[in-house]
């Protein structure tokens, strides 16, 4: 509840975090110079800005500079853009390029008369990934220059520079690897956090790992005599394991950079490199054969743990370390990448939750060697561990393979074929936890214990929960692993709703009139409405229903989820399609109306000229906010009926939203008439 409260403060407010300037490269104006508009950004930490190159058709909004024609002019070549990253988005799933700390772009203009005089305006969109918002911003710009006088009589401060600007949500998981700040990047580490220590604690359950606990036993009981100083040499243990892990993965993640986590996360190099280790280190689990380090180099670190005491201690550490490698390198691995960028505390996070999860229990057996004795025998089981290991390997190399196969365009992964790689693996993986698949250091199983029986219960659920995607589901629970729906060949759901999108067309029965722009604009799960409010607010008095105000955008990945989460649910589709006139306003559509509908804001003073910019106007005028996704109920004299609401995953909350409106309608309907 606090972080709803905290998201709802942040996106009711008018944010600016890009701050423009502009100035000319040279202050002399002669005629047939060559000079240079330089228009300088600044944005505040954790935001970004799409740069102008960007194709408009991914998703977010490039930014757009518009020169007015003039006689003392000419432009000189394209928009040269400094300091550009450029990253794989799979939510866009697009490359996409952006600006961050700050931008700077660079127009070359020819001089043709004495009396210079340039002006224009830019559009821009910036994003932040710590509260999800994205501004879609606006200024002006405007320089007279004389041959006599070097002044700019416009400035960036200026009203000419006036920026206005609308919000709209995104999703948390954004392209660029800035680091962030606040509650969001808490809940973000501490998340990070878990996972890093649930990896430590599988990474012991892998049989690389407890030959370790029998020589943590002998050597340490050596020191038993002295509980003191066994317990002090234990401390020394777990401490050095935790700080040769997290240091060693910090440096690695640290040295890298941001501009390596870019290559790194959508280059094909990298990625084929990182699928190729994971089936290398399937194959091994699998049994075909043993990863082990070189003898040499685990015989000197243990010869150096034999002379005991703190310095026996550290080099036991280091023992473990190596020895542990072949089954715990993949785990680290992944963390790693998960965690490179750049970031300095990330990478320590996820080291040191990582090697606390495995250093705590190894401490306790130093401290207590007795232990061993109740601990169960090497065998069977250990090899099970391993095996499944295995087939988890392979299941999730198959990422890095797609993400190549996206950025690349290979063709060779597509979503299907995908999912029947998952489906046959986990197959498999649940027909050896029953026993009816053997490796080659597998012995025959005559009983199936509970955890396993368990084990394949789950593993076969999964496999069930797969097949409906072949043929087109969503898996929404599975959308960050799975290669996009627009790789998918054959899918049926849209395959049925293409099929009857004709006779839908000719069947409006709940609608007053054929809404406008409905060749451009279109609603999700069969949802019949508007796109202007007026014919909203017609259709409501006509019919006595009150007015749903849907106000989204194309590029807002949160209205998406909206769409895909809360409005798919039956009751709030039941509500939605029987009791509201529904309506959606796109604050970014860019179609132009005729001049006759154009107006001028009393907002920004500024003539609005297209549907997403009136749209957007009206959202900040009628009710002071600019985020998106943004939900009005009112009734058809344009008064609200209740709070509005913003974006919310909460079904129940949606639904008990919903039902107040209605109420409330209903309650004043005899008013109203």
């Known amino acids: 509840m606090v972080f709803g409260l905290i998201a709802t403060f942040s996106i009711a407010q008018i944010r600016q975090p890009a701050t423009w300037s502009y100035k000319l490269s040279n202050d002399k104006v002669e005629i047939g110079a060559e000079i240079e508009l330089i228009f300088n950004v600044k944005l505040e930490d954790t935001w970004h800005l799409y740069t102008a190159d960007l194709d408009p058709e991914i998703g977010p909004l490039p930014t ?20 550009v990253h450029k990253v794989y988005d799979e939510i866009w799933e697009a490359d996409i390029t952006y600006f961050s700390e700050k931008a700077e772009f660079r127009q070359k203009i020819k001089v043709l008369e004495a009396d210079l005089n340039l002006s224009g305006r830019y559009e821009y969109q910036v994003c932040t ?23 700019q009589q416009e400035s960036p401060s200026n009203p000419s520079s006036k920026q206005n600007f609308v919000v709209k949500q995104l999703s948390d998981e954004n392209t660029d690897s800035v680091e962030t700040s606040g509650s969001a990047e808490d809940q973000s580490l501490w998340g990070f956090a878990i996972v890093a220590f649930l990896a430590g604690l599988a990474g012991l359950l892998t049989p690389c790992v407890f ?7 002998t050597f340490f009981s050596h020191e038993s005599d002295k509980k003191g100083t066994a317990i002090r040499n234990a401390i020394v243990y777990g401490l050095s394991i935790i700080a ?8 690695v993640a640290k040295i890298n950079g941001p501009e390596f986590a870019n290559w790194l996360s959508t280059h094909w190099i990298p990625n084929i490199f990182f699928f190729a280790v994971f089936m290398l280190f399937a194959l091994s689990f699998l049994g075909m054969f043993e990863i082990v380090l070189p003898s040499s180099w685990v015989n000197k670190v243990d010869e150096q743990a034999d002379k005991g ?31 490179a960028g750049g970031q300095i505390l990330k990478p320590i996070v996820g080291m040191f939750s990582f090697s606390l999860a495995f250093a705590i229990p190894f401490t306790l057996f130093a401290i207590f060697p007795d232990w061993l004795n ?50 046959v693996i986990f197959t498999l993986m649940g027909f050896y936890l029953l026993g009816k698949i053997r490796t080659n250091h597998d012995s025959a199983l005559e009983k199936v214990g509970v955890p396993r029986l368990m084990l394949a ?48 067309q000719e069947s409006i029965y709940d609608l007053c009139e054929e809404p406008k722009y409905a060749d451009l604009l279109h609603f999700p799960h069969g949802i019949k409405g508007y796109f202007d409010l007026e014919q909203a607010l017609a259709c409501s008095k006509k019919q006595d229903k009150p007015v749903f105000i849907d106000f989204t955008g194309h590029g807002c990945v949160n209205c998406r989820e909206m769409e895909a989460r809360v409005w798919s649910d039956p009751e709030v589709l039941k509500r939605l399609k029987n009791d509201y006139i529904v309506v959606a306003l796109y604050v970014d559509e860019k179609t132009e109306l005729p001049e006759s509908e154009w107006y001028t804001s009393t907002f920004d003073q500024k003539v609005k ?65």
């Not at 911003?137 to 006088?149: A, N, P, Q, Y």
């Open 374 to 423: 109740k601990l169960p025998k090497s065998g069977g089981w250990l090899n099970s561990v391993k095996v499944v290991l295995g087939f988890l390997e392979l299941a999730l190399g198959l990422k890095f393979l797609s993400v190549a196969d996206q950025v690349y365009h290979w063709g060779i992964l597509d979503r299907e074929i995908y999912l029947a790689l998952w489906i």
């Open 309 to 339: 005491g703190l310095y026996g201690a550290f080099f036991m550490a280091f023992t473990l370390v190596l020895v542990s490698f072949s089954c715990t390198g993949p785990i680290v691995g992944s963390i790693l990448v998960e965690s």
């Open 64 to 83: 757009v500079f518009e020169f007015t024609p003039h006689q003392s002019y000419e432009l000189v070549g394209d928009m040269q853009q400094i300091g």
């Open 244 to 251: 040769i892990y997290t240091i060693a993965g910090t440096i």
């Open 211 to 217: 030959p370790m606990i029998p020589m943590t036993v």
């Open 457 to 504: 219960i789950i593993t076969f659920s999964f496999v069930v929960y797969l097949i409906p995607g072949m043929f087109g589901a969503p898996l929404k629970g599975l959308a960050g692993y799975l290669p996009p729906m627009t790789t998918h060949d054959y899918n049926l759901p849209q395959l049925i709703a293409q099929n009857s999108s004709a006779s839908q």
């Open 609 to 673: 000229k297209t549907i997403g910019k009136q749209n957007a106007d009206f959202q900040i005028t009628a009710f002071n906010n600019n985020a998106q996704p943004y939900y009005v109920l009112m009734d058809y004299n344009k008064k609200p009926l209740v709070t509005s609401k913003a974006y919310d995953l909460n079904v129940q909350n949606f639904i008990d939203f919903l039902d107040k409106g209605n109420d409330a309608f209903q309650s004043k309907l005899s008013q109203l008439k």
């Open 129 to 151: 990934t710590v509260d999800g918002l994205c501004i879609s911003g606006e200024g002006e710009f405007d320089v007279k220059k004389t041959s006599e006088d070097d002044s």
